[in-house]
Each structure stands twice: as structure tokens, then as C-alpha cells.
């Protein structure tokens, strides 16, 4: 029962590099979200997606990308990293609102990125 | 617009004590849901409670209680003997039918031995 699988955990970038997290569920949500978590501080949303094909900006969404081709993958990319991009960066995913009594965002382990 | 206000940025209790966590939210929805989340140092988040908002009725599992009022629009989280291992980031969180979920800056507890 694997949930929610992001990766890579810990990850060093060089200012302008790019990359990519990965996310994967495999409870065939249809909501899926990226959040990050800024030391010391909540979690704010970057970009989420209702459904396959469908991708929305959140709070933060400024220096990333995200498609969702699949109802499994919602990869997250950087392209062009910055400082202001160290963080920590949470997937979730959650049920569709149709079955809102299961309305919980089931949240991957993070993946701690430091950019220098 | 939605918003989740944790006033308490941090607390430290000596083990035993009771300890409550304050949560008060905004939202226009009639509809939604309320979370409590734990993330312990390890830093996963864990999945405490959910609540919808047309269930006021308290809720306690174990040592741990939550006290939902519409009229203040609070959702307060109290853990009763705290023990070292309840040391751990929480966050109360608010979500809709269809949207996403907002969370508030979180809590520090500390439990001391």
C-alpha cells in the first residue's frame, strides 16, 4: 500500500539549474497538490490538479510547472532554480469531492531542496 | 476568502500537562471540512482528524480531543497527560468540495520530560 510516493527525498541544486519531482499515487485520486513548507512556516499550495489533464495555480506558483498527464503522476519542475526555492515539498492527493466523506489529503514523505 | 489562523506559534508544557491548540478559520462555504495534521521531526504529516462542518459534536480518541464551534468558527485541538512524543509541528487545515486545501502556519509544542 504505497499512498503517495514522491522523489527524490534530498536534493542539491546549483542557482539555474532545473529539475523535476516526482509524485505518484496510486489510490486513484483525482485531486492531486503541490505544497511547500519554508522553514519554520505553514504550507502553501503551489499548483493542484482536479483530474488528468487539468492543472490550476495556487498560492505560489511562480518558477514552477506541473502537468498531469496521468491520474497517477504529478510531477512538479523547476526551471530555473533560485534560492528562494529552498524548501520542502509536499504531494498530496485526495478523493474527488463526489465521495467527500474520504475528503483527506494523504500527503507523500516531502522532498527537501536546498538551492545554492 | 479562506483563511486559517493559528495564533499560537509556539507552546512548552512540562509532560502530564493538558494542552490545547487553537484553530479559528474563515470561509464563506457553508460546506467544508476541517483538519488537524501532526508533523512529528521526522517531518511527514500525519492525518489526525477530519471533520465536516455540518458536525459540531466533540470528538475525543485517546488522549486527544477536538472542540468544533461554528458560532467562533474554532476548531481547537487538546491533548490531555502530553507526553514527549506529541512534540511536533500541527497544523489545522480547511478544505472544500472541489478546491484546495488551506493551511494554517502550524504550532510548535514542545513537551518537556
Known amino acids: 500500500n504505497a499512498g503517495v510516493t514522491q522523489t527524490p527525498k534530498f536534493r542539491i541544486l546549483k542557482i539555474g539549474q532545473s529539475m523535476t519531482l516526482q509524485c505518484a499515487q496510486d489510490m486513484n485520486h483525482n485531486y492531486m497538490y503541490w505544497y511547500r513548507q519554508d522553514p519554520g512556516m505553514g504550507l502553501k499550495l503551489i499548483y493542484y490538479s482536479v483530474g488528468a489533464g487539468i492543472t490550476d495555480k495556487g498560492e505560489v506558483p511562480n518558477g514552477y510547472n506541473v502537468s498531469r498527464s496521468t491520474t497517477e503522476d504529478f510531477p512538479l519542475r523547476l526551471e530555473l532554480a533560485a534560492p528562494s526555492q529552498t524548501s520542502v515539498y509536499f504531494c498530496?492527493?485526495?478523493?474527488?469531492?463526489?465521495?467527500?466523506?474520504?475528503?483527506?489529503?494523504?500527503f507523500g514523505q516531502g522532498t527537501r531542496l536546498t538551492v545554492v | 476568502a479562506q483563511k486559517v489562523t493559528q495564533a499560537q506559534t509556539e507552546i512548552s508544557v512540562v509532560e502530564k500537562e493538558d494542552v490545547t491548540l487553537d484553530c479559528v478559520y474563515e470561509t464563506r462555504d457553508t460546506t467544508y471540512y476541517l483538519f488537524w495534521y501532526k508533523q512529528p521531526p521526522s517531518g511527514e504529516l500525519v492525518f489526525l482528524i477530519r471533520?465536516?462542518?455540518?458536525?459540531?459534536q466533540n470528538e475525543i480518541s485517546g488522549r486527544y480531543s477536538w472542540n468544533f464551534q461554528k458560532s467562533t468558527s474554532s476548531f481547537n485541538f487538546t491533548i490531555t497527560a502530553s507526553q514527549v512524543v506529541d512534540s511536533a509541528v500541527y497544523f489545522c487545515a480547511l478544505g472544500h468540495y472541489g478546491q484546495n486545501f488551506v493551511f494554517g502556519p502550524g504550532t510548535r509544542l514542545s513537551v518537556l520530560p
Open positions: 471533520r465536516n462542518s455540518f458536525d459540531e
Open positions: 498530496a492527493s485526495s478523493y474527488s469531492p463526489a465521495l467527500a466523506e474520504n475528503t483527506e489529503a494523504f
